[in-house]
C-alpha cells in the first residue's frame, strides 16, 4: 500500500513539474543587431533577461564593426565605445586603446589563426573588401574578363595572410591595439556574432534558463530544450533544391550550436566557379567546395570561425580537421550535390533527392 502511495505521490509531482514547465512565462522579441536580424525564445527567466540578451549582440555590434564609427544610436550605453572600425582608421598611425572586451574579442580571434593551421585569417580584410566589390558589382551574374584580370592584379600587390599577423600589436598593459600599416586590414565578420550568440547562451544557462532558442541569421542558432521537453528540428535549406522540400535535411537536437556558411545570396561567376565572401588566405582567391557548411557543437564562436575555414579546405582536408576537432558536420559538395557528414541517423536526417 505505501507503495503504491508513492508511486501515485511521484506520478501527480511529475504531472505537476511538467504543468509548472508548460505555464512558464515565454519571453521573445526580434531585433537587428550585427548586420542580421536576430530573435530570441525562451520560457522563465524575465524581461531583464532579454534585455540581458540584447544588450550583449548591441555590445558587439557596435565594437566589432568594421564598416562604420558607430554601429548603435546614440542613446547607447556603447555608442562612443571604440570599434574596429577606428582601429582600421588609425593603421600606421597611432595605437587605439579599446574595451576589455573588443581586446579579449581580438586576442581570441589571432588564437584562431593558428588553431585553424591559417585557414582563418581576421587580419585579411583588405582581400575581403575587394572580392565585396566585385560580388556587389556583379551580384549573381558572370563577372567580366576585364574586371577579373583586375582584380587577380589588385589581389597579388596584398601582403601574404601568413605575414600579417606581424604587423598587428596588442598592449595588455593599456589594452591598445595598433596595426602598423596599411597593408593589414582588421575583419572580425568571421567570428563576433558566434562570439556574442556564445556569451548569449552562456547568460542563459546561468540563470537556470534550459528553454531557450537564439536565431542569429539563420547562420547562428543557439538551442537548449523544447518546452515540450523534446529536441528541436532544424531543417538545412537546399540551395540548388534538388533535395525533397527544399531542405538538404533535418537536424534534431537540444542543447547545441547550429553554424551555416553558405553563398547562395552573396555571388559572382566567372568560367563556372563561384566567387563569393570566403576568401582562401593561401590564394586569396574563394574556393567553391561547397555550397554549404553546417557545424554542430558547445561553442558558437569556435564554430563560426570553424565553418569559413572549412570552407577553403578540400573535402578530404575539412573532415580530417573536424574529425580532429570533435566537431559535428553536414557538407554539402557542390561537385556531385552530395551530402556528407559525420552525425548519427537519429541527429540528422538526410532527405532524398527529387
Excluded at 194 to 201: E, M, S
Excluded at 297 to 315: E, H
Amino acid at each position: 500500500m505505501k507503495r503504491t502511495i508513492l508511486i501515485i505521490t511521484l506520478l501527480i509531482n511529475l504531472i505537476f513539474l511538467i504543468g509548472c514547465e508548460k505555464e512558464l512565462k515565454r519571453q521573445r522579441t526580434v531585433f537587428s543587431a550585427m548586420n542580421t536580424t536576430i530573435s530570441v525564445d525562451f520560457y522563465g527567466g524575465s524581461e531583464e533577461d532579454l534585455k540581458e540578451i540584447i544588450d550583449i549582440y548591441a555590445k558587439y555590434s557596435q565594437i566589432s564593426s568594421n564598416f562604420r564609427r558607430h554601429e548603435v544610436d546614440s542613446d547607447s550605453p556603447y555608442y562612443n565605445w571604440t570599434n574596429v572600425y577606428l582601429i582600421n582608421e588609425k593603421r600606421g598611425i597611432e595605437a587605439v586603446e579599446v574595451s576589455d572586451e573588443l581586446f579579449e574579442l581580438i586576442e581570441y580571434s589571432l588564437w584562431l589563426i593558428d588553431d585553424t593551421n591559417g585557414y582563418f585569417n581576421p587580419l585579411m580584410g583588405n582581400a575581403i573588401d575587394i572580392w565585396k566589390e566585385v560580388i556587389t558589382a556583379f551580384k549573381k551574374v558572370e563577372i567580366s574578363e576585364e574586371v577579373y584580370n583586375e582584380t587577380l592584379a589588385s589581389l597579388e600587390n596584398l601582403t601574404k595572410a601568413s605575414e600579417l599577423k606581424e604587423k598587428i600589436v596588442l598592449n595588455k598593459d593599456n589594452k591598445s591595439v595598433y596595426l602598423k600599416d596599411k597593408s593589414v586590414l582588421l575583419d572580425l565578420g568571421a567570428v563576433a556574432k558566434g562570439y556574442a550568440t556564445n556569451l548569449a547562451t552562456n547568460y542563459l544557462i546561468e540563470q537556470g534558463i534550459k528553454y531557450y532558442m537564439i536565431d542569429a541569421g539563420s547562420s547562428n542558432i543557439a538551442i537548449g530544450t523544447h518546452i515540450e521537453k523534446r529536441a528541436y528540428r532544424i531543417g538545412n535549406k537546399d540551395p540548388k533544391k534538388v533535395y525533397q522540400d527544399g531542405l538538404i535535411g533535418v537536424v534534431e537536437k537540444k542543447d547545441t550550436h547550429i553554424v551555416t556558411s553558405g553563398y547562395d545570396e552573396q555571388y559572382a561567376t566567372y568560367q563556372e566557379h563561384y566567387y563569393h565572401h570566403i576568401v582562401n588566405p593561401f590564394s586569396y582567391l574563394p574556393n567553391d567546395h561547397f555550397l554549404s557548411v553546417i557545424l554542430l557543437g558547445d561553442d558558437a564562436s569556435l564554430l563560426d570561425a570553424y565553418s569559413t575555414a572549412v570552407y577553403s579546405m578540400s573535402k578530404e582536408e575539412a573532415e580530417a580537421f573536424l574529425n580532429e576537432k570533435g566537431i559535428g558536420y553536414v557538407l554539402y559538395i557542390k561537385e556531385n550535390l552530395e551530402v556528407v557528414s559525420n552525425l548519427s541517423s537519429d541527429i540528422y536526417t538526410i532527405h532524398e533527392k527529387k
